[in-house]
C-alpha cells in the first residue's frame, strides 16, 4: 500500500486548501457579524499531536470570544508481520492498517472560567484501508484428507472506511497559550462511514464469497473511532 503517492497528496492538498478558505471565510464572518473587529483578539497558535488517530499537526484561529475555529491533518501507520491463529489455525500474518484524515473543526467556549470548550465539526478519513495477507504454517485436517500449507493456498482480507466523518468531543486546557507554549487535551469520537471489505483466496481457500458477506456483517458496527490527544501547542504572534 502506497499512502504517500503524488495523485493523493494532490487530492489532499487541495482539500486542505478548500477547508483553509471555509475557515478564511468563517473568520471574516464573525469579524462583521461583531463590528469592524478592532476590538476582537485574533489568537492563533499550531500545534504538534499524538493520540490514538496518530500524528497530528493543527492549527488553530480564534473567531471571537466563544468560538475557535481548528483545521488539522492526522496520520496512523500500523504494520505487522509474524505469527497469527485464527479458528484454531497457525497462520503467517502482513498486516498493514494506515489511517490519514484532514479535520475542520469548531470549538466553543460556554464558560469564562473553566478551561473546558465543546468541539464539533467533519473529518475526511481519506486513507483507512486495513489489509491482512494470511499463510497457514501448518496442516489442516479435512475429513480423512491432510492438507498442507501449500495445498491450503493462501488469503488477502481488506476492508474500507474511507470518507466523511463527523466529530463530536469536549477539549480540555486553556485553548491558547498564555505566553507561548501550553498543553491541550482532547477527548472525542469519530463516526466513521460504513466499511466495505474484500476478501480473496488462492487455491483451496479461493470461494470466500460467504466469508465476505460475513466479514461485512461483523464491521458494520465498527464505526465509532475514539480519540484522546495531547498536543503541543505554539501561539503565533504576540
Given at each position: 500500500?502506497?499512502?504517500?503517492?503524488?495523485?493523493?497528496?494532490?487530492?489532499?492538498?487541495?482539500?486542505?486548501?478548500?477547508?483553509?478558505?471555509?475557515?478564511?471565510?468563517?473568520?471574516?464572518?464573525?469579524?462583521?457579524?461583531?463590528?469592524?473587529?478592532?476590538?476582537?483578539?485574533?489568537?492563533?497558535?499550531?500545534?504538534?499531536?499524538?493520540?490514538?488517530?496518530?500524528?497530528?499537526?493543527?492549527?488553530?484561529?480564534?473567531?471571537?470570544?466563544?468560538?475557535?475555529?481548528?483545521?488539522?491533518?492526522?496520520?496512523?501507520p500500523v504494520t505487522y508481520s509474524g505469527p497469527?491463529?485464527?479458528?484454531?489455525?497457525?497462520?503467517?500474518?502482513?498486516?498493514?492498517?494506515?489511517?490519514?484524515?484532514?479535520?475542520?473543526?469548531?470549538?466553543?467556549?460556554?464558560?469564562?472560567?473553566?478551561?473546558?470548550?465543546?468541539?464539533?465539526?467533519?473529518?475526511?478519513?481519506?486513507?483507512?484501508?486495513?489489509?491482512?495477507?494470511?499463510?497457514?504454517?501448518?496442516?489442516?485436517?479435512?475429513?480423512?484428507?491432510?492438507?498442507?500449507?501449500?495445498?491450503?493456498?493462501?488469503?488477502?482480507?481488506?476492508?474500507?472506511?474511507?470518507?466523511?466523518?463527523?466529530?463530536?468531543?469536549?477539549?480540555?486546557?486553556?485553548?491558547?497559550?498564555?505566553?507561548?507554549?501550553?498543553?491541550?487535551?482532547?477527548?472525542?469520537?469519530?463516526?466513521?462511514?460504513?466499511?466495505?471489505?474484500?476478501?480473496?483466496?488462492?487455491?483451496?481457500?479461493?470461494?470466500?464469497?460467504?466469508?465476505?458477506?460475513?466479514?461485512?456483517?461483523?464491521?458494520?458496527?465498527?464505526?465509532?473511532?475514539?480519540?484522546?490527544?495531547?498536543?503541543?501547542?505554539?501561539?503565533?504572534?504576540?
Open positions: 500500500m502506497q499512502l504517500f503517492n503524488s495523485r493523493f497528496m494532490k487530492k489532499y492538498l487541495l482539500l486542505l486548501s478548500l477547508a483553509a478558505f471555509s475557515l478564511q471565510v468563517s473568520a471574516q464572518y464573525v469579524q462583521k457579524s461583531t463590528g469592524d473587529g478592532s476590538d476582537l483578539q485574533r489568537e492563533k497558535s499550531i500545534s504538534l499531536g499524538l493520540g490514538t488517530t496518530g500524528v497530528s499537526l493543527e492549527g488553530k484561529v480564534g473567531l471571537n470570544q466563544h468560538f475557535n475555529a481548528r483545521l488539522g491533518i492526522s496520520f496512523l497469527l491463529t485464527l479458528d484454531g489455525v497457525k497462520t503467517t500474518a502482513n498486516i498493514t492498517a494506515n489511517l490519514g484524515k484532514v479535520s475542520l473543526l469548531g470549538e466553543y467556549k460556554p464558560f469564562n472560567t473553566l478551561p473546558i470548550r465543546l468541539v464539533g465539526g467533519v473529518g475526511y478519513i481519506f486513507s483507512a484501508s486495513p489489509t491482512a495477507t494470511l499463510q497457514p504454517t501448518q496442516s489442516y485436517k479435512l475429513g480423512q484428507t491432510t492438507l498442507s500449507p501449500n495445498e491450503l493456498g493462501e488469503m488477502k482480507i481488506g476492508a474500507n472506511w474511507q470518507g466523511i466523518a463527523p466529530y463530536l468531543g469536549v477539549a480540555f486546557c486553556h485553548d491558547f497559550p498564555k505566553h507561548k507554549f501550553n498543553v491541550n487535551v482532547d477527548l472525542g469520537t469519530y463516526y466513521l462511514p460504513k466499511p466495505t471489505t474484500t476478501w480473496e483466496g488462492t487455491k483451496l481457500l479461493n470461494d470466500n464469497q460467504s466469508n465476505e458477506q460475513q466479514l461485512d456483517q461483523n464491521l458494520s458496527g465498527y464505526r465509532w473511532f475514539p480519540e484522546l490527544k495531547i498536543s503541543l501547542n505554539y501561539k503565533i504572534g504576540k
